[in-house]
């Protein structure tokens, strides 16, 4: 299992990114996926995550509802992370995830880093102020 993250970079206050995350060695309709960041001196939190087997729930954190969107490309193999208007607080690395725990569970979105067991090696994002 690997997940390779990119799509990071420089960009201005009120830009917008889109982060990809390419997985290999699963099907990313079948486990649950997330995003995550964490700032310099923060820890790790979640932005958003889906449910595996097949399922379509959902998990968005209060903070990522207006301008952070998930989706993921079943035929690529890929999920994304849609973020616009960014601001400075922003800036961090960004993580996508996978669960095998949850395999099974197409009811439920993991919501927490210790349920995620296969992490790509993140993609900074730095927000300009």
């Known amino acids: 299992v690997q997940l390779q993250a990119s799509g990071g970079g420089l960009v201005e206050t009120g830009g917008s990114l889109r ?15 997330g ?22 729930t959902t998990y968005v954190a209060d903070f990522a509802r207006r301008r952070f969107t998930m989706s993921r490309d079943i035929g690529k193999n890929t999920v994304y992370l849609q973020i616009d208007s960014l601001e400075p607080e922003d800036t961090a690395v960004y993580y996508c995830a996978a669960s095998s725990y949850h395999s099974r569970s197409f009811a439920y979105a993991p919501q927490r880093s210790f349920e995620y067991d296969y992490w790509g090696q993140g993609t900074q994002v730095t927000v300009s102020s």
């Open 35 to 56: 995003w995550f960041r964490q700032a310099p001196g923060e820890e790790r939190e979640a932005i958003s995550s889906y449910s595996g087997g097949g399922g379509s």
């Open 19 to 33: 982060l990809s995350c390419k997985a290999s060695g699963f099907n990313v309709d079948l486990w649950p996926m």
